[in-house]
T-cell receptor, first 115, second 115 residues
C-alpha cells in the first residue's frame, strides 16, 4: 500500500518570501506524484505532476517541485509567495504502470501568506 | 470543456434521511472517481468507474453508500440512513486515459452536514 506524509500541517510565511512544503511518500512500487491546491470552499486544482524524466517539475502559478527517489520526497517550492497563494496544498501519489489507480493523498498543508 | 460539476453544492439533512449527490464529468472522460474529505484531512478514495463499470467499490465506507453511473456519463452517490459521521465534503473527479497517465480533474464538491 502507498502512503503520503506531509510533514507540516501549517506553514505561515510572509508575502514575497520563499516557501517549501514538504512531502514524503512510501510505496513498494513506482508511483506518479502530484501536488494539488484547494482554495477555500473549492475543489482541488492540479498544480503539477511528476511522471518521469527531469526530477524538477514546473507547475502553474510559479510553483515547482523536485522528485528525490533516494529520499522518497517530492517537496513543493515557490521563490516568492503572494497573498493569493493562501490555500491548502495536498501531495498525492498513484501507482505507475497499473492502468492508473485512484490517488492517495496526504493530510494537507495549510499555507498562510502574511502581508 | 466546462469542467466537472457537482450538484448540490451544499446539503443539510437530518440523521436517518437518504441523500443523493450528482456528478457530471468532463465530456468524453471515461473514468469517474468519488472521494470523501473530512475536516483537516486529505481526500479519501471511495469508488470509481470506467464508463458504466464500477471497477472498485470495496472502499465505500459501509453498505449505506452506493454509487452508479448508468450510461457512462453522469454518476450519483447515495448515502442511506445518514449518520452524523457522514458529514464531510464529497468530491468527484474525472479523467481520460491518454498515454501513460491520466490526470484527474476535480469538481467543486458537495458539502454534507448531517444534523
Amino acid at each position: 500500500a502507498q502512503s503520503v506524509t506531509q510533514l507540516d500541517s501549517q506553514v505561515p510565511v510572509f508575502e514575497e518570501a520563499p516557501v517549501e512544503l514538504r512531502c514524503n511518500y512510501s510505496s513498494s512500487v513506482s508511483v506518479y506524484l502530484f501536488w494539488y491546491v484547494q482554495y477555500p470552499n473549492q475543489g482541488l486544482q492540479l498544480l503539477l505532476k511528476y511522471l518521469s524524466g527531469s526530477t524538477l517539475v514546473k507547475g502553474i502559478n510559479g510553483f515547482e517541485a523536485e522528485f528525490n527517489k533516494s529520499q522518497t520526497s517530492f517537496h513543493l517550492r515557490k521563490p516568492s509567495v503572494h497573498i493569493s497563494d493562501t490555500a491548502e496544498y495536498f501531495c498525492a501519489v498513484s501507482l505507475r504502470n497499473s492502468g492508473n489507480t485512484p490517488l492517495v493523498f496526504g493530510k494537507g498543508t495549510r499555507l498562510s501568506v502574511i502581508a | 470543456d466546462t469542467g466537472v460539476s457537482q450538484d448540490p453544492r451544499h446539503k443539510i439533512t437530518k440523521r436517518g434521511q437518504n441523500v443523493t449527490f450528482r456528478c457530471d464529468p468532463i465530456s468524453e472522460h471515461n473514468r469517474l472517481y468519488w472521494y470523501r474529505q473530512t475536516l483537516g484531512q486529505g481526500p479519501e478514495f471511495l469508488t470509481y468507474f470506467q464508463n458504466e463499470a464500477q471497477l472498485e467499490k470495496s472502499r465505500l465506507l459501509s453498505d449505506r453508500f452506493s454509487a452508479e453511473r448508468p450510461k457512462g456519463s453522469f454518476s450519483t452517490l447515495e448515502i442511506q440512513r445518514t449518520e452524523q459521521g457522514d458529514s464531510a465534503m464529497y468530491l468527484c473527479a474525472s479523467s481520460s486515459r491518454s498515454g501513460r497517465l491520466e490526470t484527474q480533474y476535480f469538481g467543486p464538491g458537495t458539502r454534507l452536514l448531517v444534523l
